[in-house]
Nanobody, 120 residues
Framework: QVQLVESGGGLVHAGESLTLTCAAS????????VDWYRQTPGKERELVAS??????TRFADSVKGRFAISRENAGMVFLQMNRLRPEDTAMYYC???????????????WGQGTQVTVSS
């Protein structure tokens, strides 16, 4: 059992920075990868950044060089967003896939989302 809660969204001006937090609870040791997605009404969901169990990261081309993803205390994942642009405006979701070898149980969980709005 894994639960995710996002926080840190808000309204900022273009060029400013914002950091989102994904707080995981439950069986956090079972998490394999934590992803940040974003979605705008009428557009397809986009994978923004990922961090896996070994600490490897990857980013969408649209945010590469501006965003960073990091992990702290196993249950906290951060998305640092720098030099924000109006096109970064979206609902941001964290998601995690997990594997519990004891139960056994596998799956993917999602947070409720946090809104980021970047004004020009």
């Amino acid at each position: 059992q894994v639960q995710l809660v996002e926080s840190g969204g808000g309204l900022v001006h273009a060029g400013e920075s914002l950091t989102l937090t994904c707080a995981a609870s439950g069986s956090i040791s079972t998490i394999n990868t934590v992803d940040w997605y974003r979605q705008t009404p009428g557009k397809e969901r986009e994978l923004v950044a990922s961090i896996n169990r070994g600490g490897s990261t990857r980013f969408a081309d649209s945010v590469k060089g501006r965003f960073a993803i990091s992990r702290e205390n196993a249950g906290m994942v951060f998305l640092q967003m720098n030099r924000l642009r109006p096109e970064d405006t979206a609902m941001y979701y964290c998601s995690a896939d997990y594997t519990n070898v004891v139960i056994p149980e596998v799956g993917r969980v999602w947070g409720q989302g946090t809104q980021v709005t970047v004004s020009s």
